[in-house]
């Protein structure tokens, strides 16, 4: 028993990240090795925090063994376990099921003497430093080309990753963007299997897909652009640790790294809009294009510099205000690449494009040729893609009205 009143009132608190697997195996010991600080083990009060989906979010205890047995029980559905010990040296305790941590308590102790009594805790728990929020989430960015998107190998590439930082990392966000018509969707996920299963199922949806993991100190946000060309690794570990999450990926997905470009913008927010405002896309580059221009080129390269060589022109199908419709079945693509501003070349009609046809469901076409092409579509609304490469993609919305009647089949 300590005497002085300044070491029994005395507080420390850490926190840490659990090394080992977390289990029900490794829980019983846990729960054991807390035990062991109590003078009376059963003058404590337990709460158990179940996952979202439960019924019954916090369920208490007045009893240690009913505890620990409803906790292995359920340990599926357990995110969150809470003791508190009445009389103990171990006075709080908290363990993260999803996170892998502890938050440890000592009261009684001067500092020398708790340091030492977390120190023992550390090697018998298999515990280490934990830094929760130090690194505000990103500490590193990587870009990948993808050179041939495969929804089952992205899935295993996810699935290591959470094993890596894991175990059953703890989903911060999920999510599937598509469009219907000029409305975008997101489709939400609380778990990793049921995002795995969707992006799966639903192989080329339009649209962003995210998913942020966390486990101990550790956060891992990947998405994937919606041409599925572009793959985005962001995360609180330091460049130096990351090697491991780029050797998750499988090779069949062909990525080949490129200097990663951070929006600033979490995982997503480089994948452009249909109706993305026009100054933000062009209005800055030209003005900054502008300003090196001037300090380093004269009238020639100063005219080069501000404005593209060539942007791609529709011909068909024709637009308004931005928006395409189509009365029939068949839509015709024809584009053509035009100087953009003043230029001495002509107009290039021989270029290879990419033609996609988006759906809400996912890609619907998707062609690689020459101008023009051919697509037959079913009544509904699209977006319409040229891409050219080294040139800015088109992005447009489409209505199909297919015809209804002999009449409008005769009009069309």
């Known amino acids: 028993m300590i005497d002085n009143k300044d070491y029994v009132d005395s507080e420390f608190e850490r926190w840490f990240d659990v090394t080992a697997k977390v289990d029900q195996i490794w829980f019983r010991s846990y729960a054991d090795e807390l035990a062991e600080y109590c003078e009376t083990p059963d003058d404590v009060r337990c709460e158990v925090w179940m996952m979202p989906q439960c019924k019954d979010r916090r369920v208490n205890f007045r009893n240690r063994s009913a505890w620990l047995e409803f906790v292995c029980n359920n340990w599926s559905d357990v ?112 778990d990793r299997q049921s995002f795995c299963e969707h992006i799966d199922r639903r192989a080329n949806v339009f649209g962003e897909m995210v998913i942020q993991m966390r486990s101990r100190s550790v956060t891992v946000g990947i998405g994937v652009s919606s041409d599925h060309k572009k793959l985005r690794i962001r995360t609180s570990l330091p460049p130096e640790e990351v090697d491991s999450l780029i050797e998750a990926w499988p090779s069949e997905l062909k990525l080949d790294q490129i200097k990663a470009v951070d929006t600033g913008a979490y ?43 060539y942007k791609i022109s529709v011909a068909s199908p024709l637009l308004e205000n931005g928006k395409a419709k189509l009365l029939g079945t068949q839509l015709v693509v024809d584009w053509y690449l035009q100087p953009d501003g003043g230029s001495l070349r002509g107009i290039n009609r021989n270029s290879i494009g990419s033609v996609q046809v988006l759906g809400a469901s996912g890609i619907i076409t998707h062609i690689n040729s020459k101008s023009p092409v051919s697509i037959p579509l079913s009544s509904g609304d699209y977006i319409l893609s040229i891409d050219v490469p080294d040139i800015a993609p088109v992005h447009i919305p489409l209505h199909v009205d297919g015809p209804t009647s002999q009449t409008s089949s005769i009009k069309n």
């Not at 026009?278 to 390269?301: D, E, N, R």
């Open 267 to 309: 995982i997503s927010g480089s994948v452009p809009s249909v109706n993305e405002n026009p100054w933000l896309k062009h209005g800055i580059p030209v003005l900054m294009a502008f300003i090196t221009a001037a300090s380093t080129a004269g009238l020639i390269s100063l005219k080069k510099s501000v404005w593209p060589d």
């Open 79 to 190: 995110e969150e376990v809470v003791i508190f010990q009445y009389g103990s040296a171990i006075q709080f305790a908290l363990l993260n099921t999803r996170h892998c941590y502890v938050r440890l308590r000592l009261e009684g102790y001067e500092a020398a003497e708790a340091n030492e009594k977390f120190s023992s805790l550390q090697g018998r728990l298999s515990l280490r430093d934990s830094h929760p929020y130090a690194y505000k989430y990103r500490r590193s960015s990587m870009e990948f080309k993808v050179g041939q998107w495969d929804p089952k190998e992205f899935a295993v590439g996810v699935n290591k990753i959470a094993d890596l930082i894991g175990p059953n990392p703890h989903v911060q966000e999920a999510f599937v963007k598509s469009f219907k018509g000029d409305i975008e969707e997101l489709t939400p996920f609380h």
